[in-house]
């Protein structure tokens, strides 16, 4: 029998021994959740930490927020059903026109498919949907993207990890250079980087001897997220809109990550002025509760009743919870200060980095922030970027957690520390990360460079 009931290790030893292999978060965060509130969780031992992970985003709003509990709570009493399917109900009525209400006046009329509650979902959906709608096969998706781990979804996405040991992912798909200008995919940085990229994607798809048939869709993230937390430039996202408009082709905005407030827009794709024919929707619009969702445009829709399902595609409590979320998100004045918070973060992290040599490139849109990590020890390449260090980031992400500050990891070699916290979070709390974050910098830093 295990001893010390109630500690950390208590319920870290009996995950291990019970859950899967595939399980992530438990092995850079070893500790067991007992209460969480707003940027704050509380583990079994009493000890309490400032959240920047937030359910990877899922949580807009923070841990427990008490308009959406009590809408949650005032569901539960009232014998409402709290799943249905695809059938209609008025609390699935009101969060329908309140998604539409808030998109740009040119997607007024498009569709909403509910999908099961996990995001892949909704990138998959969205693949049956475009293949449908064109009768083509293939799929432009971008270097550095992230779509999901079920089979399309995976085979849509670039890291190599999960994909090289599971054989027979959904094929034809095509990838193309997203715009990375500190380490550039054509070596050239900068504007020239931007441009080749555009002028690679358009010259490509006009090509007829590229050997890549018309395909059926483009995926794309307007800020990649695991990827790195990589914003596309402006004018990419609109070379990639004309371009597919020319051919016909739909496009597909992945907003599951960077959607729903976190950029300093409602979406991110709206930084462009570019009107896609189709948004996936899910992580942070359930209200902290699961649910995704396919905004598309109506053209497409030419699939029989049937064509896609999913057993909780009608998640009540989210529902209520996310019409909620998003009129308090929607605001102008809401992101007009998600934006001036993540405006003190990006400064802070800007001042860190002329202190110390570790820290390579920083990128922020809104509240959307990756520090990317490099080993100043070894060679930079031709732009002069020192390679990326995992190591060192791991290093960072510890000392944080040790020190009480939940952070996650992703880009290049994980390489990239992000911030995904509250967009609701308070100036004092992110003073408190800052101080605990640059404390794990400097300490790592003295530690590689001495």
Known sequence: MLEGKGTNQYYITRQDST???????????????????GSWVEDVEGNRYLDFLCGAGTLALGHNDDEINQAMIELLKSDAPLHTLDLTTPVKDEFVHTVLS??????????????????TDATDAALKLCKTATGRSSIIAFQGGYHGMG?????????????SKVQGLMPYVHFFPYPYSYRCPFGLGGEAGLNAA???????????????????????????????????????????????????????????????????????????????????VSKAIGGSQPLSIVIYNPKLDIWQPGAHAGTFRGNQLAMKAGTVLIKRVAKPEFLADVIRKGKIL??????????????????????????????????????GSYPASGEIAAKVQR????????????????????????????????????????????????????
């Open 151 to 163: 089979h399309g979804a995976m085979a849509c996405t670039g890291n190599l990890g999960a994909k």
């Open 346 to 383: 990006e400064n802070g992290l800007r001042e860190l980095k002329e202190k110390v040599s570790i820290i390579g490139n920083i990128r922020a849109k809104g509240l959307m922030i990756g520090c990317e990590f490099i080993d100043p020890n070894a060679e930079p390449d031709a732009l």
């Open 19 to 37: 859950e899967s292999n595939a399980r992530s978060y438990p092995r850079k965060f070893p500790f067991a959740i007992a209460k969480a509130k």
């Open 399 to 450: 000392k944080c957690f040790e020190n009480f500050l939940v952070l996650e990891k992703g880009g290049r070699n994980g390489a990239v520390t992000r911030c995904l916290c509250a967009l609701n979070i308070t100036d004092d709390e992110i003073k408190k990360a800052m101080e605990i974050f640059s404390k794990a910098v400097l300490e790592v830093n003295a530690d590689v460079t001495k």
């Open 198 to 280: 555009c002028s690679y994607f358009e010259r490509t798809l006009k090509d007829p001897e590229s050997g890549i048939t018309k395909p059926a869709a483009v995926i794309l993230e307007p800020i990649q997220g695991e990827g790195g937390v990589i914003p596309a430039p402006e004018k990419f996202l609109q070379t990639v809109r004309r371009v597919t408009k020319e051919l016909d082709i739909p496009m597909i905005v992945d907003e599951i990550q960077c959607g729903i407030g976190r950029s300093g827009k409602l979406f991110a794709f709206q930084y462009a002025d570019i009107i896609p024919d189709v948004v996936l």
């Open 102 to 119: 808030l998109l740009p006046p040119e997607m007024a009329n498009y569709k909403i498919q509910f999908c099961s509650p996990s995001g």
